[in-house]
């Protein structure tokens, strides 16, 4: 029984460390980025990259969970949440062609709230599937709110050229 209960941990702290690594690479990933768009040398192709080379990471996160994973409910939990990740991934990869900056941001949030999601998964059990739910409600909610605000800003950056555009002819 003991012995069970400590292997349980040990699983348990191992896949915290498998998702502590995974992070940090994401994170030096995005440092690499903003770098590369402090140089300027951006291509989207650059970009592009980057960011597959984030999605490698993700499925190799998934792969792990799955092998991590014992109980069925369990396994299913986590294939929705890496289903929901993957989304975020694509989001923020067609997000990355609308604009840069602003997306640093936008990541830094995403990988908040995924550090959230696995801690919570850390901790599963039927229970606590409500409380997922709510989750996954509270980031689709706070997407929409991004999504939203990102609309407005390029809105916003429409409207500026729109203007800069209008001065010019008006000097002319």
Sequence with gaps: MIMLKLLMILKLMLLVMI?????????????????????????TKTTMMIMMMMMMVMMVMMMMMMMMQTTTTQTTTTMMMMMMMMMVMMMMMMMMMMMMMMMMMMMMMMMMMMMMMMMMMMMMTTTMMMMMMMMMMMMMMMMMMMMMMMMMMMMMMMMMVMMMIDDENDNS
Excluded: D, G, K, Y
């Excluded at 994401?26 to 980025?33: D, Q």
């Design 19 to 43: 998702i502590l690594i995974i992070m940090l690479l994401l994170l030096l990933m995005m440092i690499l980025l903003l770098v590369l768009m402090m140089m300027q040398t951006t291509t």
